[in-house]
């Protein structure tokens, strides 16, 4: 029987549960165990594809088409968890399941209700992921303990621990011990609201973790043990790293957190391999060189609305030993002033995806910069279509083009419509999803970075490179250097005369991880501190 370790949070939200889930996951397969790894959000959309990236951040993207929460991009980043359409599931998702259920008549005309038809269908779909060969199945309730949301999620998992028993159902409640600077001191008693509102549920924490911008001293563990019914050595600091989120599962190590967790399970594993994970924060904590990126997008104000792009170019800097500092550059403001002003001595841009007119043309114009004064260019998903709508208009004379997203007059429609969105009405889950094969050519830049003809990436999108206007892109030095044989799509598009330009339909940040960066994000930086090199700053 698999173990199941359930992660709840308390007190605010935005502590960090996804990343802490993430650092056991990567600590128990360390110790040969296999994992899998799942998130549960209490909001009753379906998933998070047709929210706003203010509302909830990006959208992260499965081999398998699912638009997911971006908890499961650090779930990928950790660990080597297999992660499908399984591995997210929604208020929205497990509601529509007993509903549709109910019309078919599936509960013998039984009066459907929270309890027992919503919480099996919650345990159902926790035990969804979990392979025959499953040692260990990590389950993060999203939200935060006193939601009135989360409390299903949160009566389902309590029913598991009844009924799978003690020894193989483990708790773990991530908090906060805030500092109150003006007195100097640190407080235990909004965990020990949150603990309170777990048990008056049903669920006893197992391990406590605390996140703290101080150490917490013996004394404070000792009253967080009293007072939340936890032994004092479950009693976990998770202080705030200094360098890098990737530092988190090292600060477990030294608490020994995943040794508790093989206690707790009776599980006999040797010692934990961590010599690549820790010459990997070697290389971030002292890299051999320093360098500004510009990011030109729309949706700066939130980290977590590029989450995955600012992780690969993250990886990519430590492929190279070097330290990255991201420039976030507003679209609409280079409309306003002008590209120069924002990008004269940068060494390397990129061009998120995103939707919406909003600060298109400033991507444009910023793409037209890096063209023209050779700088490294790396563009995505819109990202490339807008690279392709430049070079339409100031290299091909093509003075209107434009995608139909934006501009369904157009007498160049260079970007448009995939065939097979035409007749689609409903945006949830309809878009061109998940991994599909693209075929590089091998005297390109891809080819060079993959180091293979045929590649899988996965992606986000409903508008694509329009095929009329192949020849004569080609013709004025566009190489179409990655096509998809499916739907005969142009998937990596890149200027044949400039250090390195290549815009990709995908979405390559989605496959990065810290100890092994994408090839293109890893090309990308390689070429921008080259540039930078020249431009004597290096």
């Given at each position: 029987?698999?173990?199941?370790?359930?992660?709840?949070?308390?007190?605010?939200?935005?502590?960090?549960?996804?990343?802490?889930?993430?650092?056991?996951?990567?600590?128990?397969?360390?110790?040969?165990?296999?994992?899998?790894?799942?998130?549960?959000?209490?909001?009753?959309?379906?998933?998070?594809?047709?929210?706003?990236?203010?509302?909830?951040?990006?959208?992260?993207?499965?081999?398998?088409?699912?638009?997911?929460?971006?908890?499961?991009?650090?779930?990928?980043?950790?660990?080597?968890?297999?992660?499908?359409?399984?591995?997210?599931?929604?208020?929205?998702?497990?509601?529509?399941?007993?509903?549709?259920?109910?019309?078919?008549?599936?509960?013998?005309?039984?009066?459907?209700?929270?309890?027992?038809?919503?919480?099996?269908?919650?345990?159902?779909?926790?035990?969804?992921?979990?392979?025959?060969?499953?040692?260990?199945?990590?389950?993060?309730?999203?939200?935060?303990?006193?939601?009135?949301?989360?409390?299903?999620?949160?009566?389902?998992?309590?029913?598991?621990?009844?009924?799978?028993?003690?020894?193989?159902?483990?708790?773990?409640?991530?908090?906060?011990?805030?500092?109150?600077r003006a007195s100097g001191e640190m407080k235990t008693k909004p965990t020990q609201h949150s603990v309170g509102k777990l048990r008056e549920i049903g669920i006893q924490p197992d391990i406590l973790i605390c996140r703290t911008e101080k150490p917490l001293s013996e004394d404070l563990k000792y009253?967080?043990?009293?007072?939340?019914?936890?032994?004092?050595?479950?009693?976990?600091?998770?202080?705030?790293?200094?360098?890098?989120?990737?530092?988190?599962?090292?600060?477990?190590?030294?608490?020994?957190?995943?040794?508790?967790?093989?206690?707790?399970?009776?599980?006999?594993?040797?010692?934990?391999?961590?010599?690549?994970?820790?010459?990997?924060?070697?290389i971030i904590k002292h890299p051999k060189h320093t360098m500004e990126i510009a990011v030109v997008g729309k949706y700066l104000e939130l980290q977590d609305a590029y989450k995955s792009i600012y992780e690969a170019l993250t990886h990519g800097g430590i492929a190279n030993h070097c330290r990255l500092q991201i420039k976030r550059i507003n679209a609409e403001d280079i409309e306003k002033s002008g590209a120069e002003k924002y990008l004269k001595n940068m060494p390397g841009l990129l061009v998120p995806g995103g939707f919406g007119q909003r600060g298109v043309e400033g991507k444009i114009q910023a793409i037209e910069y890096a063209r023209i004064n050779q700088i490294p260019f790396f563009g995505i998903c819109l990202g490339m279509q807008c690279a392709v709508i430049e070079f339409a208009r100031n290299v091909c004379g093509l003075k209107d083009a434009h995608s139909t997203e934006f501009s369904r007059e157009t007498n160049h429609p260079v970007i448009d419509l995939m065939a097979s969105q035409r007749d689609i009405k409903d945006l949830g889950g309809t878009m061109r999803l998940g991994s599909y094969q693209c075929h590089l050519k091998k005297d390109s830049a891809a080819y060079r970075a993959y180091q293979q003809e045929i590649i899988l990436e996965r992606h986000r999108?409903?508008?694509?490179?329009?095929?009329?206007?192949?020849?004569?892109?080609?013709?004025?030095?566009?190489?179409?250097?990655?096509?998809?044989?499916?739907?005969?799509?142009?998937?990596?598009?890149?200027?044949?005369?400039?250090?390195?330009?290549?815009?990709?339909?995908?979405?390559?940040e989605f496959k990065s991880k810290p100890i092994a960066p994408h090839p293109l994000f890893r090309d990308f930086i390689k070429s921008a501190l080259s540039k930078q090199s020249a431009m004597g700053d290096c």
């Amino acid at each position: 029987m698999a173990k199941h370790i359930f992660i709840t949070g308390g007190v605010v939200s935005s502590l960090g549960k996804g990343l802490t889930s993430a650092a056991i996951g990567l600590l128990l397969e360390r110790r040969g165990l296999k994992i899998t790894i799942q998130k549960l959000d209490p909001y009753i959309n379906v998933d998070p594809g047709t929210m706003s990236p203010f509302q909830h951040g990006e959208v992260y993207v499965t081999d398998d088409g699912a638009e997911t929460d971006l908890d499961l991009g650090h779930y990928e980043r950790f660990t080597n968890a297999i992660l499908t359409k399984d591995s997210n599931f929604t208020t929205g998702k497990i509601y529509s399941t007993v509903i549709a259920n109910e019309r078919r008549g599936k509960y013998l005309g039984k009066t459907v209700q929270v309890i027992p038809h919503i919480t099996n269908e919650i345990k159902s779909a926790i035990k969804k992921p979990v392979e025959r060969n499953t040692d260990v199945a990590i389950t993060e309730i999203g939200g935060t303990v006193g939601d009135i949301e989360s409390l299903p999620f949160l009566e389902a998992i309590r029913q598991m621990r009844l009924e799978l028993g003690p020894e193989n159902v483990l708790f773990i409640h991530l908090t906060l011990i805030p500092y109150l600077r003006a007195s100097g001191e640190m407080k235990t008693k909004p965990t020990q609201h949150s603990v309170g509102k777990l048990r008056e549920i049903g669920i006893q924490p197992d391990i406590l973790i605390c996140r703290t911008e101080k150490p917490l001293s013996e004394d404070l563990k000792y009253k967080l043990s009293l007072f939340c019914n936890v032994p004092k050595k479950f009693v976990i600091e998770e202080q705030d790293v200094s360098h890098s989120i990737y530092e988190v599962p090292l600060v477990l190590v030294e608490q020994k957190v995943d040794e508790l967790i093989l206690k707790q399970f009776n599980i006999k594993r040797n010692g934990r391999d961590l010599k690549d994970w820790r010459r990997m924060i070697e290389i971030i904590k002292h890299p051999k060189h320093t360098m500004e990126i510009a990011v030109v997008g729309k949706y700066l104000e939130l980290q977590d609305a590029y989450k995955s792009i600012y992780e690969a170019l993250t990886h990519g800097g430590i492929a190279n030993h070097c330290r990255l500092q991201i420039k976030r550059i507003n679209a609409e403001d280079i409309e306003k002033s002008g590209a120069e002003k924002y990008l004269k001595n940068m060494p390397g841009l990129l061009v998120p995806g995103g939707f919406g007119q909003r600060g298109v043309e400033g991507k444009i114009q910023a793409i037209e910069y890096a063209r023209i004064n050779q700088i490294p260019f790396f563009g995505i998903c819109l990202g490339m279509q807008c690279a392709v709508i430049e070079f339409a208009r100031n290299v091909c004379g093509l003075k209107d083009a434009h995608s139909t997203e934006f501009s369904r007059e157009t007498n160049h429609p260079v970007i448009d419509l995939m065939a097979s969105q035409r007749d689609i009405k409903d945006l949830g889950g309809t878009m061109r999803l998940g991994s599909y094969q693209c075929h590089l050519k091998k005297d390109s830049a891809a080819y060079r970075a993959y180091q293979q003809e045929i590649i899988l990436e996965r992606h986000r999108h409903r508008f694509e490179f329009n095929n009329n206007y192949r020849e004569q892109f080609t013709k004025k030095g566009l190489r179409l250097s990655g096509i998809c044989p499916k739907n005969n799509l142009v998937e990596i598009v890149e200027l044949t005369e400039h250090p390195w330009f290549v815009g990709v339909q995908f979405h390559p940040e989605f496959k990065s991880k810290p100890i092994a960066p994408h090839p293109l994000f890893r090309d990308f930086i390689k070429s921008a501190l080259s540039k930078q090199s020249a431009m004597g700053d290096c």
